[in-house]
Nanobody, 120 residues
């Protein structure tokens, strides 16, 4: 069992940056993901990173603005979000497990989520 805890959410203005963190309860050499769910919408894939950290994947809507990274020594995955837009407003979830190449992604473990609100 892996417990994931997200942090770093908040309320910002359009164009600002935030860095989300996902701390795992144990060493995870597995794919880690970020998803988000906006009010009234389905949860959607945002980004994923392989267990080694060598391969990453992004949704088209965030490509060029968001960067996923991981620090295996700290069991933590980060999502650096730059040039935030109001449409990025959502609850952001960290997830782990599955294969980066799988479409759609099928993680086994989920965090509780952290709210990101971007105002114009």
């Amino acid at each position: 069992q892996v417990h994931l805890v997200e942090s770093g959410g908040g309320s910002v203005q359009a164009g600002d940056s935030l860095r989300l963190s996902c701390a795992a309860s144990a060493r995870t050499f597995t794919t880690t993901w970020w998803f988000r769910q906006a009010p009234g919408k389905e949860r959607e894939f945002v980004s994923g990173i392989s267990g080694s950290g060598s391969t990453t994947k992004y949704a088209d809507s965030v490509k060029g603005r968001f960067t996923i990274s991981k620090d295996n020594a700290k069991n933590t995955v980060y999502l650096q979000m730059n040039s935030l837009k109001p449409e990025d407003t959502a609850v952001y979830y960290c997830a782990a497990g599955g294969l980066l190449a799988t479409i759609p992604p099928k993680p086994n473990y989920w965090g509780q989520g952290t709210q990101v609100t971007v105002s114009s």
